[in-house]
Protein backbone atom coordinates (compact mmCIF):
# COMPACT_ATOMS: atom_id res chain seq x y z
CA UNK A 1 0.00 0.00 0.00
CA UNK A 2 1.51 3.17 -0.61
CA UNK A 3 1.54 6.51 1.70
CA UNK A 4 -2.38 8.29 1.43
CA UNK A 5 -0.94 11.76 0.96
CA UNK A 6 3.17 11.79 0.13
CA UNK A 7 3.74 15.89 0.39
CA UNK A 8 7.67 16.34 -1.39
CA UNK A 9 10.31 19.19 -1.51
CA UNK A 10 7.22 21.93 -1.83
CA UNK A 11 8.00 25.16 -1.49
CA UNK A 12 5.57 28.24 -1.50
CA UNK A 13 5.96 32.28 -1.97
CA UNK A 14 3.39 35.03 -1.55
CA UNK A 15 4.10 37.38 -4.46
CA UNK A 16 3.94 41.06 -4.06
CA UNK A 17 5.65 44.37 -5.63
CA UNK A 18 8.79 43.68 -4.11
CA UNK A 19 9.49 40.26 -5.20
CA UNK A 20 8.41 36.90 -3.46
CA UNK A 21 8.67 36.05 0.08
CA UNK A 22 8.98 32.54 1.03
CA UNK A 23 6.36 31.07 2.98
CA UNK A 24 7.03 27.17 2.88
CA UNK A 25 10.94 25.78 2.53
CA UNK A 26 10.90 22.38 1.16
CA UNK A 27 8.38 20.76 3.33
CA UNK A 28 8.36 16.71 3.21
CA UNK A 29 6.52 14.55 5.02
CA UNK A 30 3.91 11.36 4.36
CA UNK A 31 0.79 10.26 5.75
CA UNK A 32 -0.45 6.80 6.03
CA UNK A 33 -4.16 5.81 6.37
CA UNK A 34 -5.71 5.22 9.98
CA UNK A 35 -2.71 8.20 11.07
CA UNK A 36 -3.12 11.39 12.84
CA UNK A 37 0.08 13.47 12.13
CA UNK A 38 0.06 16.66 13.94
CA UNK A 39 1.39 19.91 12.49
CA UNK A 40 2.58 22.20 15.26
CA UNK A 41 4.41 25.53 15.45
CA UNK A 42 3.31 28.97 16.33
CA UNK A 43 0.98 31.65 14.46
CA UNK A 44 3.25 32.13 10.71
CA UNK A 45 5.15 28.75 11.05
CA UNK A 46 3.31 27.77 7.74
CA UNK A 47 0.91 25.09 9.16
CA UNK A 48 -2.39 26.38 7.82
CA UNK A 49 -0.14 27.00 4.42
CA UNK A 50 0.64 23.85 4.49
CA UNK A 51 -3.28 22.38 5.25
CA UNK A 52 -4.74 24.66 2.25
CA UNK A 53 -2.24 23.85 -0.42
CA UNK A 54 -3.45 19.92 -0.15
CA UNK A 55 -6.74 21.44 -0.84
CA UNK A 56 -5.38 24.19 -3.49
CA UNK A 57 -7.12 26.71 -1.72
CA UNK A 58 -4.23 28.84 -1.74
CA UNK A 59 -5.15 32.00 -4.25
CA UNK A 60 -2.92 31.86 -7.02
CA UNK A 61 -1.44 35.08 -7.40
CA UNK A 62 0.07 36.08 -4.86
CA UNK A 63 0.41 32.23 -3.84
CA UNK A 64 3.58 30.47 -5.96
CA UNK A 65 4.17 27.17 -5.94
CA UNK A 66 7.90 27.25 -6.78
CA UNK A 67 8.92 23.41 -6.03
CA UNK A 68 7.32 20.70 -4.77
CA UNK A 69 4.68 17.92 -5.44
CA UNK A 70 1.51 16.82 -3.58
CA UNK A 71 0.27 13.00 -4.25
CA UNK A 72 -2.79 11.87 -2.92
CA UNK A 73 -3.60 8.21 -3.35
CA UNK A 74 -7.53 7.46 -3.76
CA UNK A 75 -7.58 3.91 -4.08
CA UNK A 76 -4.46 2.71 -2.57
CA UNK A 77 -2.45 1.90 -5.62
CA UNK A 78 -2.19 5.21 -7.99
CA UNK A 79 -0.87 8.53 -6.93
CA UNK A 80 -2.44 12.05 -8.41
CA UNK A 81 0.05 15.09 -8.01
CA UNK A 82 -2.30 17.92 -6.60
CA UNK A 83 -0.76 20.65 -8.27
CA UNK A 84 -1.16 19.16 -11.49
CA UNK A 85 -5.03 18.51 -11.29
CA UNK A 86 -7.54 19.71 -13.46
CA UNK A 87 -10.20 21.99 -11.86
CA UNK A 88 -12.83 19.79 -12.25
CA UNK A 89 -11.66 16.81 -11.08
CA UNK A 90 -10.03 18.83 -8.08
CA UNK A 91 -13.81 20.42 -7.23
CA UNK A 92 -14.43 15.62 -7.24
CA UNK A 93 -11.78 15.29 -4.63
CA UNK A 94 -12.63 18.18 -2.18
CA UNK A 95 -15.29 17.20 0.47
CA UNK A 96 -15.25 14.19 -1.16
CA UNK A 97 -12.20 12.40 -0.96
CA UNK A 98 -10.29 15.31 0.90
CA UNK A 99 -12.65 16.91 4.00
CA UNK A 100 -11.39 19.73 5.64
CA UNK A 101 -12.74 21.26 9.04
CA UNK A 102 -11.58 24.87 9.71
CA UNK A 103 -10.83 27.08 12.66
CA UNK A 104 -13.80 28.95 12.85
CA UNK A 105 -17.26 27.39 12.39
CA UNK A 106 -19.08 30.19 12.52
CA UNK A 107 -17.56 31.87 9.55
CA UNK A 108 -16.66 28.36 7.30
CA UNK A 109 -21.01 28.18 8.06
CA UNK A 110 -23.47 30.05 5.74
CA UNK A 111 -25.44 32.35 7.88
CA UNK A 112 -28.10 32.23 5.35
CA UNK A 113 -29.16 28.75 5.03
CA UNK A 114 -30.32 25.91 7.94
CA UNK A 115 -27.15 23.43 9.42
CA UNK A 116 -29.27 20.39 7.73
CA UNK A 117 -29.15 21.84 4.10
CA UNK A 118 -25.56 22.83 3.90
CA UNK A 119 -24.69 19.47 4.89
CA UNK A 120 -26.90 18.03 2.33
CA UNK A 121 -25.45 20.38 -0.30
CA UNK A 122 -22.22 18.08 0.37
CA UNK A 123 -23.95 14.89 -0.36
CA UNK A 124 -26.00 16.09 -3.08
CA UNK A 125 -22.87 16.89 -4.79
CA UNK A 126 -20.74 14.03 -3.76
CA UNK A 127 -23.02 11.12 -3.87
CA UNK A 128 -25.54 9.67 -5.90
CA UNK A 129 -28.43 10.43 -3.89
CA UNK A 130 -31.87 12.23 -3.50
CA UNK A 131 -32.92 14.73 -1.29
CA UNK A 132 -35.36 12.36 0.84
CA UNK A 133 -31.65 9.96 1.24
CA UNK A 134 -29.64 12.71 1.47
CA UNK A 135 -31.64 13.90 4.26
CA UNK A 136 -31.93 11.02 6.21
CA UNK A 137 -28.48 10.49 5.82
CA UNK A 138 -27.47 14.73 7.43
CA UNK A 139 -29.99 13.33 10.45
CA UNK A 140 -27.76 10.66 10.57
CA UNK A 141 -24.55 12.05 10.89
CA UNK A 142 -25.98 14.42 13.33
CA UNK A 143 -26.71 11.40 15.40
CA UNK A 144 -23.07 10.26 15.02
CA UNK A 145 -21.66 13.41 16.23
CA UNK A 146 -23.96 13.25 19.03
CA UNK A 147 -25.70 16.61 18.08
CA UNK A 148 -28.64 16.80 20.74
CA UNK A 149 -31.80 16.28 18.91
CA UNK A 150 -30.64 16.15 15.43
CA UNK A 151 -34.34 16.75 13.37
CA UNK A 152 -34.46 20.08 15.42
CA UNK A 153 -30.44 21.22 14.14
CA UNK A 154 -31.21 20.07 10.94
CA UNK A 155 -33.88 23.26 10.55
CA UNK A 156 -31.57 25.51 12.76
CA UNK A 157 -29.71 28.00 11.62
CA UNK A 158 -25.95 28.32 12.44
CA UNK A 159 -26.82 31.63 14.99
CA UNK A 160 -29.12 29.33 17.13
CA UNK A 161 -26.46 27.03 17.98
CA UNK A 162 -23.42 27.15 20.59
CA UNK A 163 -19.55 27.35 19.70
CA UNK A 164 -18.98 23.29 20.30
CA UNK A 165 -22.62 22.83 18.36
CA UNK A 166 -21.60 24.59 14.91
CA UNK A 167 -18.14 22.60 14.75
CA UNK A 168 -19.97 19.63 15.23
CA UNK A 169 -21.95 20.65 12.09
CA UNK A 170 -18.47 20.97 10.52
CA UNK A 171 -17.34 17.62 11.54
CA UNK A 172 -20.77 16.15 9.91
CA UNK A 173 -20.30 18.01 7.14
CA UNK A 174 -16.56 17.11 6.00
CA UNK A 175 -17.02 13.24 7.41
CA UNK A 176 -20.68 12.92 5.57
CA UNK A 177 -18.91 11.42 2.31
CA UNK A 178 -16.59 9.14 4.35
CA UNK A 179 -13.22 11.20 2.87
CA UNK A 180 -10.22 9.26 2.85
CA UNK A 181 -8.16 12.53 4.38
CA UNK A 182 -9.19 14.92 6.87
CA UNK A 183 -7.40 18.25 7.57
CA UNK A 184 -8.42 20.24 10.71
CA UNK A 185 -7.41 23.43 11.07
CA UNK A 186 -7.09 24.14 14.83
CA UNK A 187 -10.75 22.59 15.50
CA UNK A 188 -10.86 22.88 18.80
CA UNK A 189 -8.91 26.55 19.72
CA UNK A 190 -11.94 28.70 20.76
CA UNK A 191 -13.51 25.97 22.62
CA UNK A 192 -14.18 25.22 26.58
CA UNK A 193 -11.63 22.30 27.92
CA UNK A 194 -15.10 20.18 28.40
CA UNK A 195 -16.29 21.14 24.81
CA UNK A 196 -12.74 20.37 23.49
CA UNK A 197 -12.25 17.14 25.28
CA UNK A 198 -15.79 15.75 23.28
CA UNK A 199 -14.68 17.19 20.02
CA UNK A 200 -11.43 15.46 20.79
CA UNK A 201 -12.95 12.53 21.18
CA UNK A 202 -15.42 12.24 18.67
CA UNK A 203 -12.95 12.80 16.28
CA UNK A 204 -10.74 10.27 17.24
CA UNK A 205 -13.92 7.82 17.06
CA UNK A 206 -14.89 8.46 13.56
CA UNK A 207 -10.95 8.29 12.46
CA UNK A 208 -10.74 4.71 13.84
CA UNK A 209 -14.04 3.76 12.28
CA UNK A 210 -13.64 5.11 8.87
CA UNK A 211 -10.07 4.58 8.65
CA UNK A 212 -9.02 7.87 7.63
CA UNK A 213 -5.42 9.54 7.42
CA UNK A 214 -6.18 12.82 9.45
CA UNK A 215 -3.51 15.90 9.35
CA UNK A 216 -4.56 17.90 13.01
CA UNK A 217 -3.38 21.34 12.47
CA UNK A 218 -2.92 22.92 16.63
CA UNK A 219 -0.64 25.00 18.67
CA UNK A 220 -1.90 23.30 21.76
CA UNK A 221 0.94 20.27 22.47
CA UNK A 222 -1.28 19.02 25.19
CA UNK A 223 -4.11 18.15 22.32
CA UNK A 224 -1.03 16.78 20.40
CA UNK A 225 -0.64 14.32 22.64
CA UNK A 226 -4.17 13.18 23.18
CA UNK A 227 -4.69 12.76 19.21
CA UNK A 228 -1.74 12.25 17.70
CA UNK A 229 0.73 9.20 16.33
CA UNK A 230 3.05 11.53 14.84
CA UNK A 231 3.82 14.91 14.92
CA UNK A 232 5.63 17.43 12.58
CA UNK A 233 7.33 21.08 14.38
CA UNK A 234 7.48 24.04 12.17
CA UNK A 235 9.20 26.97 12.77
CA UNK A 236 9.39 29.85 10.00
CA UNK A 237 8.19 27.89 6.49
CA UNK A 238 10.57 24.68 7.23
CA UNK A 239 10.36 21.35 9.23
CA UNK A 240 12.70 21.32 11.98
CA UNK A 241 11.73 17.93 13.94
CA UNK A 242 9.48 15.40 13.34
CA UNK A 243 8.99 12.26 15.24
CA UNK A 244 6.29 9.53 17.35
CA UNK A 245 4.68 11.68 20.16
CA UNK A 246 5.52 9.72 22.90
CA UNK A 247 9.43 10.25 21.28
CA UNK A 248 8.55 14.11 20.84
CA UNK A 249 7.50 14.99 24.22
CA UNK A 250 9.94 12.77 25.93
CA UNK A 251 12.84 13.16 24.73
CA UNK A 252 12.56 16.47 22.22
CA UNK A 253 15.89 17.23 19.86
CA UNK A 254 15.43 20.30 18.36
CA UNK A 255 15.80 23.65 20.32
CA UNK A 256 12.71 24.71 19.41
CA UNK A 257 10.54 21.67 19.79
CA UNK A 258 11.87 21.98 23.92
CA UNK A 259 11.25 25.67 24.09
CA UNK A 260 7.38 24.54 23.30
CA UNK A 261 7.11 22.07 25.24
CA UNK A 262 8.84 24.42 28.03
CA UNK A 263 6.97 26.92 27.45
CA UNK A 264 3.19 25.40 29.10
CA UNK A 265 2.13 26.80 32.29
CA UNK A 266 1.04 23.29 33.63
CA UNK A 267 4.91 22.15 33.65
CA UNK A 268 5.78 25.03 35.97
CA UNK A 269 4.92 26.21 39.80
CA UNK A 270 3.16 29.26 40.69
CA UNK A 271 5.33 31.86 40.74
CA UNK A 272 8.23 30.56 38.66
CA UNK A 273 8.86 32.74 35.33
CA UNK A 274 7.62 31.16 32.27
CA UNK A 275 10.42 30.13 30.00
CA UNK A 276 9.97 31.67 26.47
CA UNK A 277 10.88 30.67 22.64
CA UNK A 278 13.82 32.95 23.37
CA UNK A 279 15.56 31.06 25.66
CA UNK A 280 15.92 27.97 23.65
CA UNK A 281 16.15 29.63 19.84
CA UNK A 282 17.35 32.68 19.23
CA UNK A 283 17.85 33.70 15.12
CA UNK A 284 17.88 30.56 14.21
CA UNK A 285 20.57 29.39 17.01
CA UNK A 286 20.46 27.29 20.29
CA UNK A 287 20.63 29.14 23.18
CA UNK A 288 21.30 27.34 26.73
CA UNK A 289 17.98 28.36 29.12
CA UNK A 290 19.02 29.22 32.53
CA UNK A 291 17.28 27.66 35.38
CA UNK A 292 14.46 30.03 36.56
CA UNK A 293 14.03 30.56 40.40
CA UNK A 294 10.66 29.96 41.93
CA UNK A 295 9.15 32.59 44.03
CA UNK A 296 6.03 31.72 46.11
CA UNK A 297 4.32 34.47 45.37
CA UNK A 298 0.85 33.04 46.86
CA UNK A 299 -1.63 35.99 49.02
CA UNK A 300 -2.61 34.32 52.57
CA UNK A 301 -6.02 35.01 51.91
CA UNK A 302 -7.64 32.30 54.49
CA UNK A 303 -7.03 34.75 57.50
CA UNK A 304 -8.90 37.15 55.66
CA UNK A 305 -6.65 39.96 57.02
CA UNK A 306 -6.65 41.49 53.67
CA UNK A 307 -9.25 44.54 52.77
CA UNK A 308 -11.45 43.39 50.37
CA UNK A 309 -11.47 45.89 47.59
CA UNK A 310 -14.72 44.78 45.85
CA UNK A 311 -17.59 43.31 47.69
CA UNK A 312 -20.36 41.99 45.59
CA UNK A 313 -23.84 40.59 47.45
CA UNK A 314 -26.63 38.80 45.88
CA UNK A 315 -25.62 39.91 42.19
CA UNK A 316 -27.91 39.01 39.12
CA UNK A 317 -28.12 39.94 35.30
CA UNK A 318 -30.98 38.45 33.60
CA UNK A 319 -31.65 39.17 30.02
CA UNK A 320 -35.12 38.71 28.35
CA UNK A 321 -35.85 34.96 26.77
CA UNK A 322 -39.37 35.30 25.22
CA UNK A 323 -41.50 38.32 25.30
CA UNK A 324 -45.30 38.78 25.14
CA UNK A 325 -47.26 40.49 22.12
CA UNK A 326 -46.92 43.67 23.97
CA UNK A 327 -42.83 43.26 24.14
CA UNK A 328 -43.01 42.79 28.22
CA UNK A 329 -40.49 39.96 29.18
CA UNK A 330 -42.10 36.24 30.15
CA UNK A 331 -39.08 34.47 30.85
CA UNK A 332 -35.57 35.41 31.13
CA UNK A 333 -32.05 33.74 30.63
CA UNK A 334 -29.87 34.39 34.17
CA UNK A 335 -26.87 34.81 33.17
CA UNK A 336 -25.64 35.98 36.58
CA UNK A 337 -27.71 34.63 38.91
CA UNK A 338 -27.64 35.78 42.95
CA UNK A 339 -23.90 35.54 43.37
CA UNK A 340 -21.84 36.95 46.32
CA UNK A 341 -17.70 37.36 46.52
CA UNK A 342 -15.59 39.61 47.57
CA UNK A 343 -12.01 40.49 45.92
CA UNK A 344 -8.93 41.24 47.99
CA UNK A 345 -6.80 44.08 47.00
CA UNK A 346 -3.52 42.61 45.09
CA UNK A 347 -4.88 39.46 44.33
CA UNK A 348 -5.88 37.74 41.12
CA UNK A 349 -9.01 36.42 41.55
CA UNK A 350 -9.46 33.24 38.71
CA UNK A 351 -12.68 33.09 37.03
CA UNK A 352 -13.80 29.61 35.16
CA UNK A 353 -16.43 27.75 33.37
CA UNK A 354 -17.80 26.61 30.31
CA UNK A 355 -18.94 29.09 27.36
CA UNK A 356 -22.63 30.74 28.60
CA UNK A 357 -21.90 30.07 32.39
CA UNK A 358 -22.10 34.41 32.90
CA UNK A 359 -17.73 34.66 33.42
CA UNK A 360 -17.92 37.31 31.00
CA UNK A 361 -20.89 38.57 32.02
CA UNK A 362 -20.17 39.12 35.40
CA UNK A 363 -16.59 40.88 34.45
CA UNK A 364 -18.51 43.16 32.73
CA UNK A 365 -20.96 44.40 35.18
CA UNK A 366 -18.13 44.66 38.17
CA UNK A 367 -16.98 47.69 35.89
CA UNK A 368 -20.63 48.81 34.96
CA UNK A 369 -20.48 47.98 31.53
CA UNK A 370 -23.72 46.12 31.51
CA UNK A 371 -26.23 47.46 34.30
CA UNK A 372 -27.14 44.49 36.68
CA UNK A 373 -31.12 43.89 37.31
CA UNK A 374 -30.85 42.90 41.15
CA UNK A 375 -27.78 43.46 44.04
CA UNK A 376 -24.57 45.79 45.14
CA UNK A 377 -21.24 46.34 43.96
CA UNK A 378 -19.26 48.27 46.34
CA UNK A 379 -15.98 49.28 45.29
CA UNK A 380 -13.30 50.95 47.70
CA UNK A 381 -16.47 51.74 49.89
CA UNK A 382 -18.63 53.10 47.38
CA UNK A 383 -21.64 52.11 45.94
CA UNK A 384 -21.17 51.61 41.94
CA UNK A 385 -25.18 51.44 41.32
CA UNK A 386 -25.90 54.13 42.90
CA UNK A 387 -23.04 56.85 42.21
CA UNK A 388 -23.33 59.84 39.72
CA UNK A 389 -22.51 59.85 36.00
CA UNK A 390 -19.63 62.02 37.25
CA UNK A 391 -18.43 60.02 39.58
CA UNK A 392 -18.39 56.75 37.25
CA UNK A 393 -16.59 58.40 35.08
CA UNK A 394 -14.01 59.53 37.43
CA UNK A 395 -14.05 56.26 38.64
CA UNK A 396 -13.48 54.77 35.04
CA UNK A 397 -9.69 55.90 35.25
CA UNK A 398 -9.44 53.16 38.43
CA UNK A 399 -11.17 49.89 37.06
CA UNK A 400 -10.12 48.40 33.40
CA UNK A 401 -10.45 45.95 31.05
CA UNK A 402 -8.15 43.83 28.87
CA UNK A 403 -11.12 42.19 25.97
CA UNK A 404 -10.60 38.67 24.42
CA UNK A 405 -9.57 39.45 20.71
CA UNK A 406 -7.15 42.62 20.57
CA UNK A 407 -7.73 43.21 16.98
CA UNK A 408 -11.65 44.41 17.25
CA UNK A 409 -10.73 46.29 20.62
CA UNK A 410 -8.41 48.71 18.57
CA UNK A 411 -9.96 51.06 15.97
CA UNK A 412 -8.18 50.18 12.48
CA UNK A 413 -7.67 53.67 11.48
CA UNK A 414 -5.89 54.87 15.19
CA UNK A 415 -1.87 54.41 15.33
CA UNK A 416 -1.45 52.76 18.33
CA UNK A 417 0.18 55.34 19.87
CA UNK A 418 -2.85 57.35 19.62
CA UNK A 419 -5.07 54.74 20.93
CA UNK A 420 -2.69 54.73 24.06
CA UNK A 421 -2.79 58.54 24.57
CA UNK A 422 -6.45 58.66 23.74
CA UNK A 423 -7.87 57.64 27.60
CA UNK A 424 -4.57 60.22 29.26
CA UNK A 425 -6.32 62.71 27.35
CA UNK A 426 -9.52 62.20 28.05
CA UNK A 427 -8.56 62.28 31.55
CA UNK A 428 -6.15 64.88 31.66
CA UNK A 429 -2.89 63.11 32.57
CA UNK A 430 -0.15 64.60 30.85
CA UNK A 431 0.27 68.55 30.47
CA UNK A 432 0.71 68.82 26.51
CA UNK A 433 1.12 66.64 23.81
CA UNK A 434 4.49 66.02 24.22
CA UNK A 435 4.34 64.65 27.42
CA UNK A 436 1.52 62.85 26.44
CA UNK A 437 3.75 60.82 23.50
CA UNK A 438 6.74 60.49 26.57
CA UNK A 439 3.79 58.79 28.66
CA UNK A 440 3.21 56.65 26.04
CA UNK A 441 6.63 55.78 24.91
CA UNK A 442 7.26 54.86 28.35
CA UNK A 443 4.17 52.06 28.16
CA UNK A 444 5.22 50.59 24.86
CA UNK A 445 8.55 49.77 26.49
CA UNK A 446 6.64 48.64 29.59
CA UNK A 447 4.99 45.48 27.34
CA UNK A 448 8.59 45.21 25.28
CA UNK A 449 7.51 47.33 22.26
CA UNK A 450 9.39 50.51 21.18
CA UNK A 451 9.19 54.09 20.21
CA UNK A 452 9.54 52.86 16.76
CA UNK A 453 5.94 51.47 16.80
CA UNK A 454 4.16 54.23 17.71
CA UNK A 455 3.25 55.55 14.19
CA UNK A 456 2.17 51.98 13.34
CA UNK A 457 -1.33 50.19 12.67
CA UNK A 458 -3.00 47.60 14.36
CA UNK A 459 -3.09 45.43 11.59
CA UNK A 460 0.65 45.80 11.53
CA UNK A 461 1.38 43.90 14.60
CA UNK A 462 1.11 39.97 15.40
CA UNK A 463 -1.86 38.57 17.77
CA UNK A 464 0.65 38.84 20.64
CA UNK A 465 2.11 42.27 20.12
CA UNK A 466 -2.15 43.31 19.57
CA UNK A 467 -2.71 41.79 23.31
CA UNK A 468 0.77 43.66 24.64
CA UNK A 469 -0.74 46.82 23.25
CA UNK A 470 -4.35 46.80 24.67
CA UNK A 471 -2.35 46.04 28.27
CA UNK A 472 -0.13 49.09 28.13
CA UNK A 473 -3.60 50.83 26.88
CA UNK A 474 -5.32 49.78 30.07
CA UNK A 475 -2.14 50.73 32.59
CA UNK A 476 -2.23 54.10 30.79
CA UNK A 477 -4.46 55.31 33.77
CA UNK A 478 -2.41 53.68 36.82
CA UNK A 479 -5.70 51.41 37.25
CA UNK A 480 -6.24 49.62 40.68
CA UNK A 481 -8.37 46.81 39.38
CA UNK A 482 -8.44 45.18 35.80
CA UNK A 483 -10.65 42.61 34.67
CA UNK A 484 -8.85 40.19 32.22
CA UNK A 485 -11.31 38.54 29.68
CA UNK A 486 -9.74 35.59 27.86
CA UNK A 487 -6.99 37.55 27.36
CA UNK A 488 -4.19 34.70 26.82
CA UNK A 489 -7.12 32.07 24.85
CA UNK A 490 -6.20 32.35 21.32
CA UNK A 491 -2.68 33.24 21.33
CA UNK A 492 0.37 30.84 20.50
CA UNK A 493 2.14 28.61 24.15
CA UNK A 494 4.86 30.99 23.35
CA UNK A 495 3.16 34.14 23.49
CA UNK A 496 1.12 32.83 25.72
CA UNK A 497 4.38 32.40 28.12
CA UNK A 498 5.20 36.14 27.32
CA UNK A 499 1.84 38.27 28.14
CA UNK A 500 1.58 35.85 31.39
CA UNK A 501 5.24 36.98 32.21
CA UNK A 502 4.43 40.81 31.36
CA UNK A 503 1.42 40.23 33.43
CA UNK A 504 3.17 39.01 37.02
CA UNK A 505 5.55 42.03 36.65
CA UNK A 506 3.77 44.82 35.52
CA UNK A 507 1.28 43.33 38.63
CA UNK A 508 4.38 43.63 40.66
CA UNK A 509 5.37 46.85 39.67
CA UNK A 510 1.71 48.88 40.14
CA UNK A 511 0.44 46.16 42.32
CA UNK A 512 -3.36 46.27 40.74
CA UNK A 513 -5.57 43.87 41.37
CA UNK A 514 -7.09 41.72 38.77
CA UNK A 515 -10.10 39.02 37.81
CA UNK A 516 -8.45 36.59 35.48
CA UNK A 517 -11.56 35.35 32.85
CA UNK A 518 -10.63 32.27 30.94
CA UNK A 519 -11.69 28.26 30.28
CA UNK A 520 -7.64 27.22 30.39
CA UNK A 521 -7.60 26.07 34.08
CA UNK A 522 -3.63 25.34 33.80
CA UNK A 523 -3.32 28.98 32.91
CA UNK A 524 -5.80 30.12 36.04
CA UNK A 525 -3.97 27.88 38.14
CA UNK A 526 -0.75 29.39 37.29
CA UNK A 527 -1.60 32.95 37.64
CA UNK A 528 -4.01 32.94 40.30
CA UNK A 529 -4.20 33.43 43.68
CA UNK A 530 -7.52 32.16 44.54
CA UNK A 531 -10.01 30.32 41.96
CA UNK A 532 -13.76 31.08 41.51
CA UNK A 533 -15.62 28.21 39.13
CA UNK A 534 -19.24 28.78 37.72
CA UNK A 535 -22.00 26.95 36.13
CA UNK A 536 -24.93 28.57 34.91
CA UNK A 537 -24.55 31.78 36.22
CA UNK A 538 -23.64 30.89 39.90
CA UNK A 539 -20.76 29.99 41.44
CA UNK A 540 -20.42 25.90 42.43
CA UNK A 541 -16.93 26.55 44.53
CA UNK A 542 -14.44 29.10 45.27
CA UNK A 543 -10.88 28.24 46.90
CA UNK A 544 -6.96 28.85 46.44
CA UNK A 545 -5.56 27.96 43.01
CA UNK A 546 -4.07 24.46 44.62
CA UNK A 547 -7.45 23.43 46.58
CA UNK A 548 -9.33 24.09 43.44
CA UNK A 549 -6.66 22.40 41.01
CA UNK A 550 -5.55 19.46 42.83
CA UNK A 551 -8.78 18.55 45.47
CA UNK A 552 -12.09 20.16 43.82
CA UNK A 553 -15.38 19.43 45.89
CA UNK A 554 -17.87 19.96 43.50
CA UNK A 555 -18.53 17.61 40.43
CA UNK A 556 -18.91 20.35 38.01
CA UNK A 557 -15.38 21.66 39.16
CA UNK A 558 -13.74 17.57 38.82
CA UNK A 559 -15.30 17.24 35.17
CA UNK A 560 -13.84 20.55 34.18
CA UNK A 561 -9.98 19.45 35.70
CA UNK A 562 -10.25 15.81 34.33
CA UNK A 563 -10.66 17.50 30.67
CA UNK A 564 -7.83 19.09 30.70
CA UNK A 565 -5.59 17.94 27.90
CA UNK A 566 -2.73 16.89 30.41
CA UNK A 567 -0.12 15.84 28.17
CA UNK A 568 2.51 13.08 27.93
CA UNK A 569 4.91 14.39 31.46
Given at each position: MMPLLEINNLSIAFKHESGLTPALKNISFTLNSGEIVALVGESGSGKSITSLSVLQLLPTPPAVYTSGEILFSQDGNNHINILTVPQKELQKIRGNKIAMIFQEPMTSLNPVHTCGHQVMEALLTHKNLSATEAKAKTIEWFEKVKLPNPIAIFDRYPHQLSGGQKQRV???????????????????????????KTILTLIKELQQQLNMGVIFITHDLGV??????????????????????????????????????????????????????????????AVIAEETATVSENINLTNNSNKPLITVSNLSVWFPAKKSFLGKATSFNKAVDNVSFDVYEGETLGLVGESGCGKTTLGRTLLRLIEPT?????????????????????????????????????????????????????????????????????????????????????????????????????????????VC???????????????????????????????????????????????MVMNKGKIEECGTAGQIYYSPQQPYTQQLIAAIPKGIV
Open positions: MIAMALCCEPALLICDEPTTALDVTVQVAEVADKAIVMYKGEIVEAAPVNKLFKQPEHPYTKALLACRPVNHPKGQRLPVVADFWHNGKAGSITYKDKSLHSISTDDLRKMRRDIQIIFQDPYSSLNPRMTIGEAIAEPIRVHGLAKGEKQRKELVVNLLEKVNLGAEHYNRYPHEFSGGQRQRIVIARALGLNPSFIDESVSALDVSVQAQVLNLLSDLKKEYGFTVIFISHDLSVVHYISDRI
